[in-house]
């Protein structure tokens, strides 16, 4: 099995600031294409994931952006709390409370339980129980 190919970092930063000057420039389309590419290139780069969900909210299309972030995060498990978080985010702007509730969780457990990140996410959680 050939292993995935993955971008320097410093391929990835220069990815990540020339979409931010699309984005910034108005061209939501180019920054879109780009980070296609750069995560079709680099499916674990979850900079490079994030990013392209958000330009992809920007451009309305959140059910994809919702759908490109479960895509990576059953391919990459190993994620952590960051992308699930953003998808329990993305879960509740669409009202999917149950969902956004689970993911949170999800987040929640794969984090440090002593980090001030994990109490911010349980108590988002709680938030949404009525809690």
Known sequence: MT???????SASFIVRQTAWAHERCGDLEAAERLLRSAVEADPSGLDLILDLARVLV??????EALSVLRGSY????????????RIAELCHEQGDVE??????????QRSDPTNQACLALRIRELELLGR
């Open 99 to 108: 969902g956004a509730i689970r993911w949170y969780e999800e987040a929640r």
């Open 58 to 63: 920007q451009r309305g299309h959140r059910r």
């Open 3 to 9: 292993p995935e190919p993955v971008l320097s970092p």
């Open 74 to 85: 059953s391919r990459a498990p190993g994620a952590g709390p960051r992308l699930a978080s």
